[in-house]
């Protein structure tokens, strides 16, 4: 019996890419652009020397991560591991010519292998991005970093004693330009006095995957087990939490949930709907909710000031101004598009429909932030690599000074162990919140790396 | 056969030049580039904005004779030294960098490391062949100026070069270089990079500046293990 995979592009997501922009567009929203579009990633030759990888934990997510590798020319595949013979075969396929293993030990003994992307269910990360780490592997681990603090703490540990090694968490965003290019912009003031923050996931699926023996079935649907797994808020939550610690610049103090299984009754221990509100500093609270069981309005950010709110959705965003707020200047020149509005269906008796003349949307190509991400890392991992050695021809062994070069080298922007470990403590207590239905307290103390 | 004295004198000449000369050669001493605060810089100009790039790696080493300047304050007469020194700076620790020195563009970076045929070439190497003191240092924190004459060899093409350089002593025989040069890209067959970019062509200017700040060492040999 094949395992189904839970990211399959559906109707409902083709139906509702078409509105988009119609839908933001009539809410009065002045699109916000990064100047420099990203280019495609299909670039003729490598930025740099290509860096050996190997993928561990090849689910429908690590077959995501295999086949945007397979469009970043930077990178080479060597190696494919999973302990599901089936999962690592179709690494095998998505990776061509690239060794296939059930064992990681083997990838982390291959010397030509210089960096790895931890892609398995998150419970099972921490042994293996240590080893990683101690074996002198570039490690992408993906976020959550772990089920656990205590697990969290060991990743971002290891990573901090190894400042020779490039360890970047999924927070995949963090590498986005366009998310970049806000920055600066949210926190210059535009948005004026802070008010509040949303989130939400909406997306009608099951998550559960199909499997041909009990055995697996524990193994492949880990995340609807509470014992391993953080539920949506730790698994899709995570990113949307992240960047609203980075905009305000603040960590959470407190967070209260709520989890409820709706639709879903099948056995799982893991709420397939949760309500969370989580409390920023100076009474600024950010509320997130997602479920499994409906699909409207799908998935964004939005940040709420006194003079404009933002909403972030996918590599879009859009700026809706306050009537009282001050004239920035630009946005006078900004693009701006007006439709007919259209949403939901009208029961209207004697109802007539009018499109006018819409103009084309024009979806400039951009890259996903996974793309973004792992490019990244890449550059990064090779950068790094490369500076290592560089510095001991110029100057032989000086594990001091060396260790200080490579603290000061530039990288591409990425999530390091710190805001990896941050959003996977967030992450871990605000779920915590959910499955007691409590207000659950995040002590500073949890957030630092001792 | 009794020897005549110009010839015993020869002899004489002969066997003290005999002595002197290994010596001579086992007297220069050697220093090898320090970690620290060194740095070159680049600098070049276009038709949008002034550039600069910045590397913190400068690899190699000098050798200097024994009457070289290797403490502050040291005196010393203008003229030849002897002196022999070889850096190198990897090509792809240069990084483009803003005025306030934040990182420019990696796009800016890739485009200099292929102009400079970093896969065949991945240095950029100067080799001294000539040193003159031109003035001794005013004070004891004051540098030592010479002019040094070499080559320079930048994506596999060598060209001559003569440039000013301040050396200042800093005690422990440990020595500051100093020194700028103006150089011109086409001079080493590379085409200014000119990269289509969506405001229009930028041009890059064909002359740069280079200027470094290299710290050099005398290694101090290892203390000998005591006696069982």
Known sequence: MNETDSLDFNRRDFLRSGSLATLMTMLGGVELIAQTPSAPADADKPKGPRVKLGVIGIGPWGREILNTLARLPQAEVVAVCDTYAAMAKRGGTAAPGAAVTADYQTILDNKDITAVVIATPTHLHKDIAVAALKAGKHVYCEAPLAHTIEDARAIAQAAKALPGLVFQSGLQLRSDPQRHFLLPFIRSGALGKSVMARAQFHKKQTWRQTSPNPEREKAVNWRLDKEVSLGLVGEIGCHPIDQVTWYFNGLPKAATGFGSTILHQDGRTVPDTVQAVLEFPAGVNMIYHATLANSFDAEYEMLHGSDAAVMMRESKAWMFKEVDSPLLGWEVYARKETFYKETGIALVAGASKSTGDAPKEEVPFTNTPLSFALGNFLRNASDFTIAKKEFIESFGEDADALKEHLTKLARQPAAGFVEGYQATVIAIKTNEAIMTGKRVEIKPEMYELT | ?228
């Open chain 2, 1 to 228: 056969m009794k020897m005549k004295k110009s010839d015993m004198k020869l002899g004489y000449i002969a066997l003290a030049l005999a002595a002197v000369m290994p010596l001579q050669a086992a007297d220069t001493i050697r220093l090898n580039s320090k970690p620290g605060s060194l740095k070159v810089r680049i600098e070049g100009t276009s038709n949008i904005h002034d550039w600069q790039v910045e590397g913190k790696l400068i690899g190699g080493y000098m050798e200097v004779g024994q009457n070289f300047p290797l403490e502050p304050g040291k005196a010393a007469e203008p003229g030849k030294v002897e002196a022999k020194a070889e850096a190198f700076i990897p090509v792809r620790s240069l990084r483009s960098i803003e005025k306030d020195g934040s990182p420019y563009s990696t796009k800016m970076d890739d485009i200099m490391f292929e102009k400079l045929r970093v896969t065949e070439f991945d240095r950029v190497v100067f080799r001294l062949s000539e040193m003159t003191l031109k003035e001794a240092a005013k004070s004891k924190d004051a540098p030592y100026v010479f002019e040094a004459k070499g080559e320079v060899v930048v994506g596999g093409v060598t060209n001559a070069i003569t440039m000013p350089v301040s050396i200042t002593p800093l005690g422990d025989n440990q020595l500051k270089v100093v020194g700028s040069v103006g150089l011109k890209m086409s001079d080493f067959k590379i085409e200014p990079p000119a990269p289509a970019i969506a405001a229009g062509l930028i041009k890059t200017g064909d002359p740069v500046t280079v200027k470094f700040e290299w710290l050099v060492v005398q290694k101090k040999a290892a203390a000998a293990a005591p006696a069982k």
